[in-house]
């Protein structure tokens, strides 16, 4: 089958660095994505990695190795607002998603 | 240049009605997604479209939903009769292209059926 695992919840302080992983399982995959919600709000784009390494966006970075099957998300320089939902997803014929990890983000 | 704009972005209805949820995607996308996102499921890919035809509505529940894309600037998804365990928030998204383009998402339709 396919499926997405990242973990589901997160802790961390303001200033601080934090890496969410993703490992997927699917039957083709095509490039990992990241994604970022609110509460009460919609997915909003991050990040996408179709080769392996990683890739950077400003407090944000994201990695890949196809070769294991995982990627991570890194915030750095947390802030509040950072709080949020965080998805990974595999395009495999279409867009799979994982369960999201809620981060919470502490004075 | 305005996002993807669904409507309405709250809807309370009865069980058994129909319910009828509207999305205009951004100009020049090709791609148009429907999700559904429950605490119970999280996000799930109901049908898209590319270029006006459905490509994959493996996601959709069951008979009572149906969904159409007359032109590239209107889609519409329809739940009769509608059912209490329907009641989610449906997201449209929409990407210029299909495989791996970023998929921009509207706010929501926060649908309760009673």
């Known amino acids: 089958g396919q499926s997405l695992e990242q973990p589901s919840e997160v802790t961390a302080v303001e200033g601080a660095i934090v890496q969410i992983n993703c490992t997927y399982q699917?039957?083709?995959?095509?490039?990992l994505s990241w994604y970022q919600q609110h509460d009460g709000g919609a997915p909003t784009f991050l990040s996408y990695n179709a080769l392996d390494g990683l890739e950077e966006t400003g407090r944000f970075s994201s990695f890949l190795s196809r070769s294991d099957s995982y990627g991570y998300l890194l915030l750095q320089e947390l802030q509040m607002k950072d709080s949020a939902s965080y998805f990974c997803?595999?395009?495999?014929?279409?867009?799979?998603w994982g369960l999201g990890t809620s981060l919470a983000v502490n004075p | 240049d305005a996002g993807v704009i669904q409507s309405p972005r709250h809807e309370v209805t009865e069980m058994g009605q129909e319910v009828t949820l509207r999305c205009k995607p951004i100009?020049?996308?090709?791609?148009l997604f429907w999700y559904r996102q429950t605490m119970m499921r999280g996000l799930e890919l109901l049908i898209y479209?590319?270029?006006?035809?459905?490509?994959?509505d493996s996601g959709m529940p069951e008979d009572r939903f149906s969904a159409k894309m007359p032109n590239a600037s209107f889609s519409t998804l329809k739940i009769q009769p509608s059912e209490p365990r329907d009641s989610a928030v449906y997201f449209c998204a929409s990407s210029l292209g299909v495989e791996n383009q970023p998929q921009h998402f509207g706010d929501g339709t926060r649908l309760s059926i009673l």
């Open positions: 997803a595999v395009w495999d014929r279409k867009l799979i």
């Open positions: 100009s020049g996308h090709n791609s």
């Open positions: 699917t039957s083709g995959f095509y490039g």
């Open positions: 479209f590319n270029n006006n035809v459905p490509i994959d």
